[in-house]
Structure formats: C-alpha cells, structure tokens
C-alpha cells in the first residue's frame, strides 16, 4: 500500500516539475527476475526509476545508516529497499539479491557504485557481473539523462534485456576471473551509457 502511494506522488512530482520523456518502457518484462542496471547521476534516480517501472515493485540496496531510525527504516523497507553496509562484504545483502531474482523480482542496482554525472572508468565495480553471472537474471540497462534542475528535460529510457555469460568459469562454474569480471562489468556500463548516445 505504501509503496504505491509513494509510486504515485513520485509520478506527479517527476510529472510536474521536470520536462520528462520515458522512452522503451514497453521492453520491461512483465515478470521473472530482472537485474535492473542504471546510471547514477543524482539522489532521485532510485526513486524515478522505480516509479516509471508499469505494475512491478523494484527493490533496492541502500546504505545501512539509513536504517538506524527505526521509522525511517519502516518506509525505506516498505519502499522496496535492503540495508547494506558498504566499504566491506556483506553477505546478507548479497543473500538478499540471490533471494528477490530466484522469486522472480526485480533488482535494480547501480554498477558504478557511487553517484557520478559522467561516464568514469574509475568507478567500475565487478560486483554486478557476479549477480547477473550466478543468478542467471536478465540484465535491463537503464540510462538516466538530464541535469535534475526543476523544468528541465529529463530522458529516462529503458533497454532491452539481455543475459550475460561468460566461459571463463573454474571447473564448478561458481568462480571466474577478476578480470572476466571487470570486463563483464565495463559491457554492462557500457550498455547504459550507449542508450544516450541513440
């Protein structure tokens, strides 16, 4: 319930005051497991994204400070969210990742780590291409376009969904190479960023 009253005040705050254009919201599966990967240029993305996804709630990572008021945590976790402390492995928010995509949710997630306005080969995390791996999920590039400033034009397109794999697996298929992974993860960045160049 609340999540969808959230969904709609977020349409008509996006809706109201930016210039808003959602382009290929028709290539969005409407079920199975997603692993919804988009840039990071502002604050609101989560919330844009989530909201401009047609009758699927997106579950998100979010910081583990954020769930120390225990209202605030109630909202946030009602709004689709899951703590995770970054700086260091936390296997109980990648346990949650694994468990949302085998229910058949979706994970949207932002490669680059930390926000950014432009493409930047340093903030290129493997972790993503470890989930789509493992997980076998459909990866859905998501490219957000636009300054955030109120009135302005802001593009929001979505991709078409492709699987990643990989041959570069050990003998068990659970493990492969840090620089498979970091080449798995720079295609899926790169998907992104080609969306705004269309």
């Not at 583990?64 to 225990?70: G, S, V």
């Not at 697996?169 to 720079?186: F, H, M, Q």
């Amino acid at each position: 319930m609340l999540y969808s009253i959230g969904k709609v005040l977020c349409i008509l705050y996006f809706r109201l005051f930016y210039r808003l254009r959602v382009i290929g919201r028709e290539n969005i599966p409407s079920s199975g497991p997603l692993l919804l990967c988009a840039n990071h240029p502002t604050a609101l993305d989560m919330f844009l994204v989530a909201c401009m996804v047609p009758r699927r709630k997106v579950h998100y990572m979010a910081k583990a400070e954020l769930f120390r008021n225990r209202f605030l945590a109630w909202i946030i976790r009602s709004l689709g969210a899951f703590p995770v402390s970054r700086g260091k492995g936390d296997v109980g928010s990648v346990k949650t990742v694994y468990k949302l995509l085998e229910s058949g949710k979706i994970v949207g997630m932002f490669p680059e780590g930390t926000r950014t306005r432009k493409k930047d080969p340093n903030k290129r995390k493997p972790g993503i291409a470890l989930f789509a791996l493992h997980s076998g999920a459909p990866v859905l590039p998501v490219a957000i376009k636009g300054d955030f400033r109120l009135f302005r034009r802001v593009d929001l397109i979505f991709g078409k969904p492709y699987k990643v794999t990989s041959e570069a697996a050990d003998g068990t298929g659970k493990s492969y190479p840090k620089e498979e992974l970091v080449r798995i993860s720079n295609e899926i960045i790169d998907s992104i960023y080609a969306l705004m160049d269309q």
